[in-house]
T-cell receptor, first 117, second 114 residues
Framework: AQKVTQAQTEISVVEKEDVTLDCVYETRDTTYYLFWYKQPPSGELVFLIR??????QNEISGRYSWNFQKSTSSFNFTITASQVVDSAVYFCALRGERKSSGDKLTFGTGTRLAVRP | DGGITQSPKYLFRKEGQNVTLSCEQNLNHDAMYWYRQDPGQGLRLIYY???????QKGDIAEGYSVSREKKESFPLTVTSAQKNPTAFYLC?????????????FGPGTRLTVT
């Protein structure tokens, strides 16, 4: 069985602070894929990043960065110099090997980020 | 513009009535999905379809039905057998070739049953 845990239910920061959203996953597959999605108040999920299990290189995209560590089964997301527009619910998701789980995504329960001006 | 459309955005029904939620995509994706989201919870998979005329149950299929007669369309029917139908419903699609492709989501339909 696959599982994604986002232990932080809600985080509140002041604008320009850095914030890290945690994601811990469980899977028995040797090949798997991790995702982060953003859900603004409008409700639509917006894809942010995909990371393959065989690629542990961290990634930076503007103010966003992702830290993938297989040793601790974590895929954390950091927003640098947060802005009010970053306020949203952020979901981490996991997909295993196609032969075992098809194209199914397992989602965490999400972290609600509130950035105050 | 390519994307996924869901209609309507808000839907109200009386208990005991079946209701069908629409999902259309023009991304030429083979796979489509329906998720349910409840407050404070993640997304839970209801049904998914990897090809036309074929679909599989997800984790919470009871009380729901789907059809996939066209590649572009994947409607979801919430039947009267679904005990707690009030929720936010999200449709998604993805390519289904060798490799991994992320799922893209529609804007969602918020269903309220009273």
């Amino acid at each position: 069985a696959q599982k994604v845990t986002q232990a932080q239910t809600e985080i509140s920061v002041v604008e320009k602070e850095d914030v890290t959203l945690d994601c811990v996953y469980e899977t028995r597959d040797t090949t798997y894929y991790l995702f982060w999605y953003k859900q603004p108040p409008s409700g639509e999920l917006v894809f942010l990043i995909r990371r393959n299990s065989f690629d542990e290189q961290n990634e930076i995209s503007g103010r966003y960065s992702w830290n993938f560590q297989k040793s601790t089964s974590s895929f954390n997301f950091t927003i640098t110099a947060s802005q009010v527009v970053d306020s949203a619910v952020y979901f981490c998701a996991l997909r295993g090997e196609r032969k075992s789980s098809g194209d199914k995504l397992t989602f965490g329960t999400g972290t609600r980020l509130a950035v105050r001006p | 513009d390519g994307g996924i459309t869901q209609s309507p955005k808000y839907l109200f029904r009386k208990e005991g009535q079946n209701v069908t939620l629409s999902c259309e995509q023009n991304l030429n994706h083979d796979a489509m999905y329906w998720y349910r989201q409840d407050p404070g919870q993640g997304l839970r998979l209801i049904y998914y379809s990897q090809i036309v005329n074929d679909f599989q149950k997800g984790d919470i299929a009871e009380g729901y039905s789907v059809s996939r007669e066209k590649k572009e369309s994947f409607p979801l029917t919430v039947t009267s057998a679904q005990k707690n139908p009030t929720a936010f419903y999200l449709c998604a699609s993805s390519a289904h070739y060798v490799g991994v492709y992320e799922q893209y989501f529609g804007p969602g339909t918020r269903l309220t049953v009273t």
